[in-house]
């Protein structure tokens, strides 16, 4: 798969982890499970895509422009754009466990984009591909 339509599932895909992070860890949802989870994504959703729009994909593209997308500065990424994050929502007023809570779902938002974009744009096991190329006898 080319590496355009991979980071583009990755970044659907990636922008799912914090509403279900918030579906798990708010409690500002009643209802049942179903109900809570779509009030989950209607709350952190938009948010999430904003963040994933201003900070991840222009960084993706500079990073990609240059060759650069590995699993070392997708990693780096998640975790400064949760501090991006975490200073926007308390522009004034942050607190260390603002920082811990953001940087954390940056880094496993950050690694669930590694893991699709990586499974499907770059070949894992080159040697099973070349001897099945190579003629038998």
Not at 32 to 61: D, H, K, M, R, W
């Amino acid at each position: 798969m080319k590496k355009s339509p991979s980071a583009l599932l990755a970044f659907l895909v990636a922008t799912t982890v914090p509403p279900v992070f918030g579906f798990f860890t708010s409690d500002i949802f009643s209802g049942n499970l179903l109900e809570q989870l779509i009030g989950s994504f209607i709350v952190f959703y938009p948010f999430t895509t904003a963040a994933i729009i201003f900070i991840a994909v222009p960084t993706y593209l500079v990073l990609s422009r240059f060759q650069l997308v590995n699993f070392w500065t997708t990693t780096c990424t998640g975790l400064m754009g949760g501090a991006i994050v975490a200073v926007a929502f308390r522009s004034g007023d942050v607190q260390v466990k603002d920082f811990v809570v953001m940087c954390s779902l940056g880094l496993i938002t950050a690694l669930v984009f590694w893991f699709i974009y990586s499974k499907f744009t770059f070949p894992h096991n080159k040697r099973m591909q070349s001897d099945a190329a190579t003629p038998r006898r």
